[in-house]
């Protein structure tokens, strides 16, 4: 069971930044495809970024493209978000979530498809707003 605690969600206005964490458990940011997902109300859930197990790539989706990064560190089994030139659109739940299985690169049709994940953290809330 792989547990996922997002932090560093808040208030920003809009141009603002925001870095968002997720702490896994064990070694699952070394051994799993990740990603992070967003939420608004009303909405269905989207992906937003992803990272190779072996951080030799990332993907992004076209809305964030430019805008967010992500990262991870694992020694400290933390994934990031880093958030720039936020939107007043973007407020939203993020959460971040673990391929299912180890070791494997989703395909690329696959990356951002929130049903295929199997394990997800609580979500951490962004508020973009003036």
């Known amino acids: 069971q792989v547990e996922l605690v997002e932090s560093g969600g808040g208030s920003v206005q809009p141009g603002g930044s925001l870095r968002l964490s997720c702490v896994a458990s064990?070694?699952?940011?070394?051994?799993?495809?990740m990603a992070w997902f967003r939420q608004a109300p009303g909405k269905e859930r989207e992906g937003v970024a992803g990272?190779?197990?072996?951080?030799?790539?990332?993907a992004y989706s076209d809305s964030v493209k430019g805008r967010f990064t992500i990262a991870k560190d694992n020694s400290k089994s933390t994934l990031y978000l880093q958030r720039d030139n936020l939107k007043p659109g973007e407020t939203a739940m993020y959460y971040c979530?673990?391929?299912?299985?180890?070791?494997?690169?989703?395909?690329?049709?696959?990356?951002?498809?929130?049903?295929?994940?199997?394990?997800w953290g609580q979500g951490t809330q962004v508020t973009v707003s003036s």
């Open positions: 990272i190779y197990y072996t951080a030799s790539s990332t």
């Open positions: 979530a673990a391929w299912g299985s180890q070791h494997t690169i989703p395909l690329p049709h696959r990356r951002m498809n929130s049903s295929l994940y199997t394990d």
């Open positions: 064990g070694d699952t940011t070394a051994s799993h495809y």
